[in-house]
């Protein structure tokens, strides 16, 4: 290990104090922390699941107000925790995507990406969704889709009928 000397202004080393950091007692063991935290960052923007893994710990911090402010006050957001459980894996695609490479097969690696952002952000909507079936939907506020509900089944009747011709051409 190396000792390394750096002068920090007041307020950084102020702010670097009042973090919470697991096990970190002085600025030395903090600065460790951070740099070990950053490292996993970068290294975890090249693998999906570490990148998952990342995002998940970046939204910590708002899972655990949410959770303490419903236990407390004896509610709870399916919304909320379905957005918070997809959101991860939607950002991670685009954060940890394969390299695309500069050759005639950058395409295909394209379309790969695609494929999977597409399906990642389709199955988080097909669970928002999933939500609004009943009456009562299990949200803080109970209206809180029903403004989206109706532009939602707009367009689905429009995909439908648009689609129906090639639909009915494959039978």
């Not at 190396?2 to 919470?20: K, N």
Request: glycine content about 4%.
């Amino acid at each position: 290990m190396q000792t390394v000397s750096v002068r920090v202004p007041d307020e950084d080393l102020e702010w670097l104090m009042a973090l919470d950091i697991a096990g970190a007692r002085n600025p030395s063991d903090r600065i460790r922390s951070l740099i070990a935290t950053n490292r996993r960052q970068r290294e975890g923007t090249t693998d999906y699941v570490a990148c998952v893994a990342m995002l998940r710990d970046f939204l910590r911090p708002f899972q655990d107000v949410v959770s303490t402010v419903e236990r407390r006050e004896k509610v709870h957001s399916e919304v909320v925790a379905t957005i918070l459980g997809g959101l991860p894996d939607v950002m991670a695609e685009a954060i940890a995507f394969p390299a695309v490479p500069n050759d005639e097969s950058a395409v295909a690696a394209l379309t790969r990406i695609e494929a999977d952002l597409a399906g990642r952000m389709m199955r988080l909507l097909v669970r928002l969704l999933r939500l609004s079936i009943t009456q009562t939907v299990p949200a803080y506020d109970q209206g809180v889709l029903d403004t989206y509900i109706a532009e939602i089944a707009e367009i689905a009747d429009l995909i439908r009928d648009r689609r129906r011709p090639a639909l009915t051409k494959e039978r």
